[in-house]
């Protein structure tokens, strides 16, 4: 791992806030799927029209594998939200959270001539606000922002403990 000392308390800080706000809003999404009884991926997955669609429709067409996807997601998300805001286990929640995202954003990116029923939040053309905070988490995988502030830092000091006293 890269030493801290050589980020500035303002790069640190800038960087555990963007964990903290791309936490929340993954946190949130899940939590809205959770609460919300008739919520389901069918609607997200039935507009697919990219390099997803096939297996996108094939999950739409298994109520079972339908159901496993929902409480992946609505958990998922959950998961990677509550690593992201607390610092716990948070490269792995942001590598997961990237992941997922690109997902999404391979069901359905905004590119000429896919034309999708559900209107969009804004006008984007390759770029949308998914894949921007997809690299946004892969970006923050690489930092040790959880180590600095957060829940893993009291891991990072009891392996750094443990390795000293051998």
Request: net charge neutral; hydrophobic share 50%; with cysteine.
């Amino acid at each position: 791992m890269k030493n801290t000392q050589t980020y500035s308390g303002i790069q640190l800080t800038t960087l555990v806030l963007l964990r903290f706000l791309i936490g929340w809003h993954l946190l949130y999404e899940g939590l809205s799927k959770l609460l919300d009884p008739n919520w389901s991926s069918v609607g997200f997955l039935k507009e697919s029209r990219w390099i997803l669609s096939g297996f996108s429709e094939w999950i739409v067409s298994n109520s079972g594998v339908l159901n496993v996807v929902d409480f992946l997601n609505t958990w998922g998300l959950i998961a990677i939200g509550i690593g992201l805001i607390l610092g716990i286990f948070a490269r792995t929640a942001a590598i997961a959270g990237s992941m997922l995202l690109l997902i999404y954003f391979l069901n359905n990116p905004p590119l000429i001539g896919l034309e999708y029923s559900v209107p969009t939040e804004g006008n984007y053309l390759v770029v949308s606000k998914t894949l921007i905070e997809s690299v946004a988490l892969f970006a923050l995988a690489i930092f040790p922002t959880s180590s600095i502030f957060g829940l893993d830092m009291f891991i990072h000091c009891k392996k750094t403990k443990d390795h000293d006293s051998k």
